[in-house]
Every structure is written in C-alpha cells, then in structure tokens.
C-alpha cells in the first residue's frame, strides 16, 4: 500500500444527496490533492493544500467543496452532483509543494450520480 | 499549450514478449518527466522520474528513455508478465510549478 487511504471506495448518490470523501496520509506529507479521473481523460487537479492552507482550486464548481482540518486528513464535501461528476476520486500527497517530489496516490473513490 | 501525447492508445501483447510506450510533449520549461502505472480500480503508482539530464532510468522490467531535445519519452517493458496489465500514464512538470501536466495513459493488456 502506498501510505494513503480513502474512503468509501464506492458512492452512489442522488443529485440532492450530500456526501463527504475522505483522505487520510500516514507518510508524514505536508502537500495534500485532489484529482478527478474520467474514463480515457486525463487526470485533472482539483485542489491543492500545502501546510493546510489552499493553494490552488483549478475552477472546480462550487458543488464540491474541500477542507483540511490538518496536514494528514483531505475532505472533500458533495452536494447537489450532476451525472457528469461521475469519475473517480483520487487524493494523493506529497512530502512538501514542489515539483520534484514524489506524489503518491491513494485507491481512489468510484462515484455515481444517479 | 502544454500537452502530453501517448501513444498507442491501447496494446495487447502475449505474455513473455516486450514492447514500447512512447510520450511526446510540448511542455515547457521542462523539469522532470515520470511514468505512472496504474491498476484498475486503483490510484497511480511511480515507476520512474528523469530530470534534464538523465536520458535512460530503470526500475525492473520497465527502462524509460528521455530525449529532451525532441520532447519525446519511452517505456520499455521486457518479459511482460500478467501483473504488467494496466494502464500506463506519462506526466510531466512544467518548470518549478507543483503541477503535473498528465497523458491520457496507455491500457496494456497481456494475455496468456
């Protein structure tokens, strides 16, 4: 395992639902992301937190809302999805916000909007 | 406009056979080029990093090429194996930036 754990692994919602991902590091990381993974897409960023702080939010809609509480656990809060939300969540941390580290991934959240 | 191609889109190849992915991209400034190999159903794994000046990197069966004057990159795979099976991403890092420009990933499929 690579460190990074998420949870549920599987959500189905309603369009109406509220539901919350979570993220938990065990490495010791102070960099902390959100990425969105559609079917033959690339991977897009959605959130970065460095030392808890939000660094960058890549014009993701106010539907999905992040928060970090501290440098291990990642949220990320749902509301009112749309059908096209359904991808896979993935969180990933690295140890500082540069690009020469390592990033590494947690196994993802499979969601469905229904 | 950054970007990063691979190539093919898809491959099937016999157990035990060897084959090659490859990586075009038009980011710059460059700054390191990495390899991912993801599984189904589960997060990205790294398999190589190559900064500027390295032009070849392995890691087991798998050996990565970096030529930085063509933008171009290639990952071999020798005596596939069934737990090769996956899919395969290309990412590069443009200059000092955090973020990661991301291939769309090749699907390697290995069959008996």
């Known amino acids: 395992e690579t460190g990074v754990t998420q949870t549920p692994r599987h959500l189905v919602m309603g369009m109406t639902n509220k539901k919350s991902l979570k993220c938990e590091q065990h490495?010791?990381?102070?960099?902390m992301y959100w990425y969105k993974q559609s079917a033959k897409k690339p991977l897009e960023l959605m959130f970065v937190?460095?030392?808890?702080?939000?660094?960058e939010n890549n014009s993701v809609p106010s539907r999905f809302s992040p928060e970090c509480p501290n440098s291990s656990h990642l949220f990320l809060h749902l509301h009112t999805l749309q059908p096209e939300d359904s991808a896979l969540y993935l969180c990933?941390?690295?140890?500082?916000?540069?690009?020469?580290?390592?990033?590494?991934f947690g196994p993802g959240t499979r969601l469905t909007v229904t | 406009k950054n970007q990063v191609e691979q190539s093919p889109q898809s491959l099937i190849i016999l157990e035990g056979k060897n084959c090659t992915l490859q990586c075009n991209y038009t980011v710059s400034p460059f700054s390191n080029l990495r390899w991912y190999k993801q599984d189904t159903g589960r997060g990205p794994v790294s398999l190589t990093i190559m900064t500027f000046s390295e032009n070849t990197k392995s890691n087991g069966r798998y050996t990565a090429t970096l030529d930085a004057d063509t933008k171009q990159s290639s990952l071999h795979i020798t005596a596939s194996q069934l737990s090769d099976s996956a899919s395969y991403i290309c990412?590069?890092?443009?200059?000092?930036?955090?973020?990661?420009?991301w291939g769309a990933g090749t699907k390697l499929i290995i069959k008996p």
């Open positions: 990412v590069v890092s443009e200059g000092s930036n955090y973020q990661l420009i």
């Open positions: 490495l010791g990381h102070n960099a």
């Open positions: 990933a941390s690295s140890h500082l916000l540069a690009y020469v580290y390592e990033q590494y």
């Open positions: 937190y460095s030392l808890e702080e939000r660094v």
